[in-house]
């Protein structure tokens, strides 16, 4: 048998049986995985953005970060890397976009007509099927969520358990030891207050009603700004946002930010053992940040840093 080379990439892996084309994650190891300890590794789960409905933003999102984390042969990884088990990055099933410019939905296709929480729920079984393979959660790998735009929504409804009957995640996937939201929505129908514009918020309401449907108070409890995070093993949750985005205006990160103290977290500089919230300004425009990736790998290196300093 001939021996893998490393970084080994595994694409298209189905998480539920049976699938569909989107129901399906990407993982990256560093190493094999015996060479991994689950004492001083964590996984990285990425959750793309896309509004719920883009079928071009899929679980390759990831690459860019990961070019910066792996250069190339001829250069080292980044140092994080060592402190680095596994990457997975998730698709999931989309809401319809049949005026997508160039790869409109069909209405038969099941991995594109879904709503709330037929979404969540593919990112919690995904989950599972991480913990179940590899490890990730219980007694073993801890983990550490990055999600950009709706993956960020995706991760903190799948923590508070909305659109999972109210209990939270999995009920054996332990959750994350920190979060790494950027540009994400928290609080859905401020998004449309926000774009309100005649010929704005016409797409703001077709993205809110493709997903959630036409009743805004589904959008209200939806909304992972109605969620409680204070029972969380989560020491970490880092609010990434540009002030240069088009689509998401830092007034999310501000309505976040309140319920995370309300709930008892602290800004960064806080007494020890307290949950941390670091808001940090990024650049760019909102596509721009994963496109570009350095952003991305730059926050995963201080993530696991601040894990393992």
Not at 188 to 194: E, K, Y
């Amino acid at each position: 048998m001939t021996a893998q080379s490393h970084p080994h990439h595994i694409p298209s892996i189905p998480y539920t049986s049976p699938a569909t084309p989107l129901q399906t994650l990407d993982i990256w190891l560093p190493r094999p995985l015996t060479e991994s300890s689950p004492t001083n590794t964590v996984w990285i789960i990425y959750v793309h953005g896309g509004a719920w409905r883009d079928p071009e933003l899929t679980s390759s999102q990831l690459r860019p970060a990961l070019a910066h984390l792996f250069p190339s042969p001829a250069f080292p990884p980044s140092a994080s890397i060592a402190h680095i088990a596994g990457f997975a990055s998730l698709n999931y099933r989309l809401s319809p976009y049949d005026s997508h410019p160039t790869f409109p939905s069909d209405p038969h296709d099941e991995s594109r007509n879904v709503r709330h929480p037929v979404h969540v729920r593919d990112v919690d079984a995904a989950f599972e099927w991480l913990r179940s393979t590899y490890g990730v959660g219980p007694a073993r790998y801890e983990w550490v969520g990055i999600g950009h735009s709706c993956g960020a929504t995706l991760l903190l409804q799948r923590l508070a358990g909305i659109g999972l009957g109210g209990v939270p995640a999995s009920a054996h996937v332990r959750p994350p030891v920190a979060l790494v939201l950027l540009e994400g929505i928290y609080d859905l129908p401020l998004l449309l207050r926000n774009h309100s514009q005649p010929g704005v918020k016409e797409m703001y309401v077709e993205i809110l009603e493709g997903a959630f449907g036409t009743e805004r108070d589904v959008w209200e409890r939806a909304s992972p700004v109605k969620g409680t995070y204070g029972r969380h093993e989560v020491r970490l949750i880092v609010l990434g946002q540009s002030e240069e985005d088009e689509l998401v205006e830092w007034e999310q990160v501000e309505a976040m930010e309140g319920v995370l103290k309300r709930q008892g977290w602290a800004r960064e500089g806080g007494g020890e053992g307290e949950r941390v919230i670091v808001v940090k300004k990024i650049k760019g425009t909102h596509d721009f940040v994963w496109e570009d990736g350095a952003q991305v790998a730059m926050l995963i290196e201080e993530v696991v840093r601040q894990l393992f300093r």
